[in-house]
Each structure stands twice: as structure tokens, then as C-alpha cells.
């Protein structure tokens, strides 16, 4: 049975829950005359109803109207430039490796956030998000920073929610983007490019470019694009044109270089002579640059190198996968003729591969590995938190078992550690759990930290823990549940429906807090024996609701009476099964309507003696006078919507009124003969248009032949209903 929301006195907050009512009624089947007269009983006015729960019937006004909005916003998108293809998210002036977005009710008036970095992580927290709650820009800070190797790895963004209100039973909802991992691409012309404004000697010339970030980067040449030949951060174009002067750039998606302007001239003329292919330019790395696979125990390493023939600014290029994601870095050399040097300084830990490039030829590759530990005078002390996991019961009786492993990561002993696990549901903190503590863990050694914690109510969760240890600390953070997807199939029916099919009926109950997806399965019996296979689309369960799942199917002359079936519910990789009896009563939302029915004839006095009609009308001549003192434009709109209201309050009345006056007035609209020629249409895609279409038409029928006999035997003979 339909329990609306009441008026009552906050009307603003009500209507919000009101209009969040009528949608979740709406998705379950619920017919829209069913709701509509619910509504008016619980005390809401003819006016609310209509401006929330409009009538299905197409209006011509309401269609040229949407057309005309559809035209505008999609001019305006088109002016304001076509979408973005980089892959990010562009917000707040910058682009951003990802996104995500929180949904927070008005209870709530702080809100906390774990963001992860991925492969753009910043020097500062704080520089690598930005928090928007619709076109606004919101203040946070951040709380609980990881740091290592001078980016920040992860941290939680703490702002104030901005429509907290203690009063407001969390009523309102306000939706946050969190946009993290700003993205920075350059663009830089590299040797042997001319420089701005330089004179070459000769038409050809070469043009050279390295990127701070992975990407394809193509050349403007005279205004004309052409792609270029490379691969990562170094890309290259040799070009060959006529005298005079060059114009040239470099882009990438995100990014383009300065502009530079060159002038290209004939050489001096040479005697003529035979001339021999040009050398072949052999790169060796000679001494001391390190052996290929080796490893260093020092922070730097010097790249020494020697070339058959004259070269002019030679590049190293490093490459590092720290992260797992490849970093390139190039390097200038200094030197002269055909010996050159660099040296590569301040190097983290870990694994690097190099090369020299010069004149498009590429040296042999060399990968080393740098193992640097500090003096035993500078041993520094750190952990890693190699596991942390919560459990997740079926139960909310039961206890959750929250673990972390500590692993002594540093060069020196550990003297204690213990640790605090943070609870949270969504944004709200639930509780903080205490881990113990663990002392004396030597170097490359772990300890065990453990916890429990007993849950209120099911639901997913996600848990943070703060390791301290001696005066330092190391984060992480998991996600657990508590209790699991579950279905139970409670009511089944199998009837006849008015054009001799067959209706298999089932109701799918979800036991859980989230929506579940499921297909039904029903296995069509005969005296005992399987005659035919049906699946049902997929059916979205609210949470902790109910949904149908139904098949229609034609029994071919067989009694519906002695059909039964066996339906099979998939969900979650869980599957139930249960038997459906054979039987002649309709469904239980019909059931529900025919009692709705017999109450009819009170609804109707009401909704005649309802004096909201008489506040519309007023409402009207409101309109007309204000017309008089619009422009002609505000006038044209307003005689528009006027129109609109007439042929809308004409519409309620030839629905709603004419059956107190007998016989109708005008032949039945264009809804009853789509009820009726839609019954195949509605039987084959149940909570189609057209099935809707047919409960509606049932209802009136059912109303009608009850209360309104002489209309309803009219409607009957002329084939309108």
C-alpha cells in the first residue's frame, strides 16, 4: 500500500522528499492515476500534484518547447567548442588525471576524503586537488599526507559541507568533485634546432624537441602540421625547403612550444669536386661510464663518450620506472669536437637506463641499477606497512578482524609501533580501533598489529590506519563489507491476461543495502514437463525493496490453469531457485488497483468541490494582467504558456469530469486505442510504454464498468475503450 509524504509545515523540504517519493514509486510500476489519487488523499493540492506529477499525455506545447531547448543547448555547446579528447579532466583552468565524486546529505557537516595519486603525484598535497561543488570552488586542506620521495602519494581532503543543517534529517543532498593528479605538460626545443631569428646557411636544418610527459607531438612548419619521427619524450623532424624565411612550432594535445622564426640561405659556392658518401658516425662509451647491468652504491654516475666524426650538442637521455610508469629526462652534454661528458647526479635508488643521441644516431643502451645506503652514522629508521586488511562477516553480529603487518624497512632497529584504524561508512567516521602496539623490530623484520570491531548495521565500509613508530608514522587504508548481496523470491503467480496469454509473476526481495542486479529465468511447465525457456531483462532490485520479474508467453491453446514453472534468479554469482503454481488471480499491483477503484466515487466529489481550481484560475488573471505592462516578447511567452495551462486544465477536466455527466462529449483520447492495440507490444516488454499504456486502461476500465456503466457500455460499442 502507498504511504505518501505529508504537507505538514516545512513545504521547501517536503517537496524535495515529495519529488524523490514520486520517482522511487514510479520505478517500482506503480500506475501514475493510482499515485496521482494517493496523493490528493494525503492532503496535498491539485496544483503540487501537477506541477510534480504531470499527466503522460503528449502536449504539443510541452514537445515544440523541449525541441526548441534541445536546438539552444546544443547551438551553445557547439559555440562554446566541441569535446575534449585528452583523456583527463579539464576543471578550475587545469587538467587532472582523475575524478571522483561524493554524494553528501545535509546531517553531515564535515566531509573527508582518501585521495590515491596515481601516475601525476605532487610536490605538495594540496597543489595536486581542487574540490568543486557545481560551478563553485571549494576550501579544504589536507590531513594524514604520505610523502615519499618528495611527492605526495596520498592524503584525505577535509572541507565543510555546505549545506550542513542539524534540522534538516538529512533531507538535502549536495554532490562534491574531487579533482586530483594535475597534469603539467612542456614543450622544448632542444639542440641541434636553429635558435630564434638564426641565419642558416644551406636549406636544410633539423628540428629537435623533448616533452615532459609521454606523448605524440607533430611540427607546424608555415602554418602547415606534419607529423614528426620519435618516440616518448624525444621527437625530431629533418626538413630540406627552399630559401627564405621559416616559421616553425611543436605541439602535443596539451601542450606547444615557444614560436621561431628562421632564415634559410645559399651557401658559398665550392669548386666542384667528386664527393665521397658522408661517414658513418660511431658512437663508444669509453670510461668511466658504467658497464651495462651494473650496480652502484652511489647516488650518481658520469657518462663519457667518444664519436668517429665532429657532432654538436649530443643529448643523454635517462629513463627511470620508479613508479611504474616510465620517466624521461634529457641531458646535455658539455665537451667539444668528438669527446663529450656528462655527469648524472642526486639519483634515487632504483633502476635507470640511458643513451647518448646525436645527428638522429643512438648510442647502445646501458641499465644501472643504484643501491646507495646512507653511512651508519645516518641510518635512518622506517616502516612499511606490507598487509592491512579488515574482514568482511555476513553478519552484523559479528566481529570484523582488522590486521596490519609492519615490516622495520629501514637500517636501524625499531624500538615501538602501534597503531589506530580509523572506521568509516561513505564520509562519516564510524569509530577508531585500536591495533596494540609491538616493540624491538629489527631490521627486515615484521610485527603483527590486530583489532576488532563489532559493526552496527550492514553496509560497505573502508578502514584507515596510522602506524606510529619513534616519533614517525606510515599510512594505509583498506575497504571491507559487512553482510552480502541477497535475494529471496517471495510471491509467484502464473495467470491469464484479457488477450489469452500466459503472465509468469515473480517478486525478487533484496535483503541488502545496495541495488542488485538480477535475470530471471522461467522455466515453462506442462503437466510436470519443460516445454519452453524465458529470460527476463535485467532487473535492477532497490535496496532493502522489492521488484517484479515477469515473462509473457503464448500458451498456445493449452489451459493456463495446468501451466506452472520454475524460475532461477542470477545475481552476484549467486543464483535461488523457486516454483511458480499454477494459478487464475492477477497479479498483486492489479489487486491493488481494483481496491483503489472502489473508492472512486468519493475521489470524485472531492476532487469537484476542490477549491485549488479556484486558486488556479485566480492565478490566471494574474498572468493576463501582468501581460500588459511585458514587451512584446515576455508577452509572447506568457500568451504561450497561458495556452499551455488552458489545454492542460482542459485536458484534467475531460479526464476527470466528464464521467459525472454521462455521456461523454468527445470521443475517448488517443491513450485508450493505444491500450488496445498495444496488448502484444505490452505483453512482450513488461514496464514498457505500452505496458504502462495497459494498466492504465484496465484501471479506467475497472472504474468505469462500476461506477459509470452507461459511459462504459457506450465506450465498449464505438471501440474506444
Known sequence: MLNPIHPRNRRQRNLERLQAYISGALASGV????????????????????????????????????????????????????????????AGGSEWEDLTEINVNSSIQSVQHLIVFGNFKPQNCADGMLVQNGNSQINFTTQFETVQNSQCVSAVASFNNVIYDPDSNGTLQATYKIYYGKIVQTVTFIPPTPEN???????????RV???????????????????????????????????????????????????SITTQASAPVPV??????????????????????????????????????????????????TGVPQYQNLSMTGGNKSWIRDVTNLNNGVYEFAIYANNTKSEPRTVTINYQEPLAQQTKSATITQFSATSPESAESEVQITAVVKNSGQAEIKTVSGTASIYKGTELMSEVSLGSAGNITIGNSATLAGKWKPQTLGKYKATVVIKYDNEEAKEAASFSVGQANLEVARTSVFQTPDGK???LAELNNKWVEAIPAVAEFKIKFEGVVIETLKSEEISVPPNGAKAASVVWDPAGRDVKSLGAEITVTYS????????????????VQQ??????????????????????????????GAFTAIKTADKKTAA?????????????????????????????????????????????????????????????????????????????YLKRSGKL
Open 573 to 588: 554469482g549467486k543464483s535461488i531457485t523457486a516454483a511458480i503454481e499454477p494459478a487464475t488471480k492477477p497479479p498483486a
Open 31 to 90: 500506475p501514475k492515476g493510482l499515485l496521482k489519487k494517493r496523493l490528493f488523499q494525503s492532503g496535498w493540492g491539485r496544483d503540487i500534484i501537477s506541477g510534480v506529477l504531470p499527466d503522460t499525455k503528449p502536449n504539443l506545447l510541452a514537445v515544440v518547447s523541449l525541441i526548441g531547448l534541445i536546438v539552444f543547448f546544443t547551438g551553445l555547446a557547439v559555440f562554446a567548442g566541441g569535446p575534449r579528447f585528452t583523456g583527463f579532466f579539464a
Open 273 to 322: 669536386q667528386v664527393q665521397s658518401p658522408p661517414p658513418i658516425i660511431n658512437i663508444t662509451l669509453v670510461a668511466p661510464t658504467p658497464a651495462n647491468q651494473s650496480t652502484l652504491t652511489k647516488k650518481e654516475f658520469t657518462a663519457n663518450v667518444t664519436f668517429s666524426d665532429i657532432v654538436y650538442g649530443p643529448v643523454l637521455e635517462l629513463i627511470s620506472n620508479r
Open 197 to 207: 631569428y638564426q641565419i642558416v646557411n644551406g636549406s636544410a636544418f633539423a628540428i
Open 637 to 713: 511567452v506568457a500568451i504561450a504558456v497561458i495556452a499551455g495551462l488552458f489545454g492542460a486544465i482542459f485536458y484534467a477536466v475531460r479526464m476527470d469530469l466528464l464521467p459525472q455527466l454521462g455521456k461523454p462529449k468527445k470521443p475517448a483520447g488517443p491513450w485508450q486505442q493505444a491500450a488496445k492495440t498495444g496488448g502484444q507490444q505490452a505483453a512482450a516488454q513488461p514496464g514498457s510504454k505500452a505496458a504502462l499504456y495497459k494498466q492504465w486502461h484496465d484501471y479506467y476500465e475497472a472504474y468505469y464498468k462500476k461506477y459509470y456503466p452507461q459511459w462504459y457500455e
Open 502 to 504: 500466459a503472465e509468469f
Open 592 to 621: 491493488e488497483v481494483k481496491a483503489e477503484a472502489e473508492q472512486g466515487q468519493k475521489q470524485q466529489e472531492e476532487l469537484k468541490a476542490n477549491s485549488e481550481q479556484e486558486k488556479t484560475a485566480s492565478g490566471l488573471t
Open 210 to 260: 623533448a616533452l615532459s610527459l609521454p606523448a605524440v607531438a607533430w611540427l607546424e612548419l608555415d602554418g602547415v602540421n606534419k607529423s614528426m619521427t620519435g618516440n616518448g619524450t624525444v621527437w625530431w623532424s629533418e626538413e630540406n625547403q627552399t630559401f627564405g624565411n621559416h616559421t616553425f612550432r611543436a605541439h602535443t594535445q596539451l601542450a606547444s612550444s615557444e614560436q621561431r
